[in-house]
């Protein structure tokens, strides 16, 4: 999302330029003193705070220092602020506190520069150039449930965000395309359809009916068990037939995705990076289901494969591989069971191929951040991952630098009875079933209200769509991802309380207010005169102007529900201005207007990092 805008940087980020000026003015002598801004705690004391001067002074006490205390110290940094726009007032409070009151003309300025250099221009400054974020990745055949769907919502998101703060992000999908059910599968597929190789994908069908299928014949028929087990060797080896068997399962499962993506308006997979070498043996995919003809390479389990022996002589080369009980294993400080990267029977696993992806995304991709979203049942085998590439030296000792690895765990999504979520008559929860529910329950409530007669029957369904599908990502994002938190449809398509349906709709009326007062919004933009005379006012200007350092914050943590939490107050600091400052027909009728119009534009710059798409009138 790149502007040729400057990027003015988050309102943290300019009070620290201003307070580094001032430090190192008036403590020419101490190196390396960083300012610490933060957002005060209790709005009455100010807007943002400078910490800096309790640890100062604990650097200097005793060091024959003409200050008595970390007050004077404060109140020499304050003394030695270079003059600015920004500061209305500073004051030193308790231990040495400094509290900064922000100018309301510039916060007025802000928000009017940004409503004509475009919300670009509030994007964060992020210390990282290229990440990989590795998510939704569900296994071929076997059905996509619920924790992908954590999975695909929760990295989608921050792959939009970090692609907002100007980070260039590689949407893996590390799909498990690789491991035994294949020998069944294939051999099944051999079975069942003679003529594959000529028949389309789809006279495989439902792929998880065929793979059940399969799976009943490899227990009960130990002639197709045999067979099935010869074949696994068979497209290990690369025989071309079994080959291209499984590729042709591969691609019927892939568009299977492809559709649950489709919906929920998510995209995965990237273009060949510049420069990169593909093996012979590479899958390569067109991408015609997204509707272009770019190549699009899958780098799913498999992908990996022909990479696995060099990486683990790396990690031999070091030392780190040892024999255990017939297996090759890494063992990790403070972990009980080593991690197994060679099997007693020769092969590969899940942590070799990890290991290898690992090592693949920082040394052929150049990535410096490393996300994985999974839920949190695989943290230890992360864990033990990463620790294993410290050893080796492919990530530095500490955790804050880059390159960095980062799993991003989930916890579980749960039924009303407290238990894993579940439907009646199956194990596990078909994705698109809850995407359609969602859908048509908003519609019946959209055609309770009367819409199906004001609106065309298009008008009906997007927005039954956005508001359904909006509900069900936002339900999953507001919570701390790491909490379990219970599906409940009633509660997640409520218009009130901390929903998407509740913010969705606050953001039709603010553009209806707009609508209403038949003035021409873009002619405003350019006279501009916010004013932010009432506390309401002010209140929502200075939220408004934080959208860059909670992007930042939700980025750095890896944590969507961050910017939920703005969201929701940012539409309760609306609601609030809006109760008590009248908009049109009053004397400050253009101030506020473009007020409404900032309060549409970040509102919906949040809808979009969150995946949801607005809707305009209700
Ligand atoms: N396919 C795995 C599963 O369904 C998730 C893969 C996550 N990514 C990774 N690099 N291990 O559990």
Not at 103 to 116: D, F, G, H, P, V
Not at 446 to 460: D, F, I, N, P, S
Not at 519 to 532: F, M, Q, T, W
Request: net charge neutral.
């Amino acid at each position: 999302m790149a502007t040729d805008k400057e990027i003015v940087g988050s309102v943290k980020e300019q009070l620290a330029k201003l307070f580094e000026e001032s430090l190192r003015a008036a403590f020419p002598d101490i190196e390396d003193v960083h300012p610490m801004i933060a957002i005060c705690n209790d709005s009455r004391h100010g807007d943002y705070q400078c910490n800096n001067a309790m640890s100062l002074w604990n650097k200097i006490k005793g060091q024959g220092t003409q200050f008595r205390g970390p007050q004077p110290v404060g109140k020499a940094i304050i003394d030695n602020l270079p003059a600015s726009e920004m500061i209305e007032r500073c004051s030193t409070a308790g231990p040495g506190f400094i509290n900064v009151v922000l100018k309301k003309q510039w916060i007025a300025k802000s928000i009017e520069r940004m409503l004509i250099d475009g919300i670009e221009t509030w994007a964060p400054k992020l210390p990282v150039k290229r990440t990989v974020v590795d998510f939704s990745s569900p296994n071929i055949a076997k059905e996509m449930h619920v924790g992908h769907l954590r999975s695909t919502i929760i990295g989608d998101t921050l792959a939009r965000m970090l692609e907002f703060s100007n980070v260039e992000v590689l949407r893996r999908n590390h799909v498990g395309d690789w491991g035994t059910q294949f020998g069944m599968l294939i051999e099944y597929l051999f079975d069942k359809i003679p003529n594959w190789e000529a028949a389309s994908a789809q006279a495989i069908g439902d792929l998880q009916a065929f793979y059940k299928a399969s799976k009943q014949r490899f227990d009960n028929d130990p002639d197709f068990k045999e067979r099935a087990q010869k074949a696994v060797v068979s497209l290990q080896g690369g025989e071309e037939k079994y080959r291209k068997a499984w590729t042709q399962i591969c691609e019927v499962s892939r568009e299977e995705f492809q559709r649950v993506y489709q919906r929920l308006g998510v995209h995965l997979e990237e273009k060949k990076l510049e420069g990169e070498k593909l093996l012979p043996c590479d899958q390569e995919v067109t991408g015609s289901s997204r509707g272009n003809s770019l190549l699009l390479k899958c780098k799913g389990e498999s992908f990996y494969n022909p990479y696995i022996p060099k990486a683990l002589d790396l990690l031999n080369n070091k030392g780190l591989i040892q024999e255990s009980e017939g297996a090759r294993v890494i063992f990790i400080e403070g972990k009980k069971i080593p991690l197994i990267v060679v099997k007693r029977d020769g092969g590969f696993n899940y942590a070799s191929t990890d290991l290898t992806a690992l090592w693949y995304r920082l040394n052929e991709e150049k990535a410096d951040w490393m996300i994985y979203v999974t839920d949190v049942g695989q943290r230890e085998h992360f864990e033990m991952v990463f620790a294993a590439a410290k050893l080796a030296g492919w990530l530095p000792q500490n955790e804050n630098d880059f390159p960095k690895a980062s799993h991003v765990g989930f916890g579980l999504v749960l039924g009303d009875d407290g238990k894993r979520f579940r439907t009646r008559s199956t194990e596990v929860v078909k994705l698109v079933d809850l995407l359609d529910e969602a859908k048509s329950r908003c519609k019946l409530a959209l055609e309770e209200r009367g819409k199906a007669t004001e609106w065309t029957a298009e008008e009906l369904e997007q927005t039954a769509e956005a508001v359904g599908y909006g509900a069900v990502k936002y339900a999953d994002l507001k919570n701390n991802r790491l909490t379990n938190y219970t599906f409940n449809f009633d509660q997640m398509l409520s218009d009130k309380g901390n929903t998407a349906v509740y913010l969705l709709y606050a953001h039709a009326r603010i553009c209806s207010i707009i609508r209403k007062s038949g003035r021409d919004i873009e002619e405003l933009k350019k006279v501009g005169g916010i004013v932010l005379a009432h506390p309401d006012e002010r209140a929502l200007g200075l939220h408004l102007l934080q959208f860059a350092e909670i992007v930042e914050e939700a980025c750095i943590n890896l944590l969507p529900n961050l910017l939920c939490e703005y969201l929701y107050k940012l539409s309760e600091d609306f609601t609030k201005f809006y109760t008590n400052c009248q908009v049109v027909g009053s004397a400050e009728e253009t101030s506020r207007l473009l007020l409404c119009e900032a309060t549409a534009v970040v509102m919906r710059k949040c809808f979009y990092l969150l995946g949801i798409t607005p809707v305009y009138k209700i």
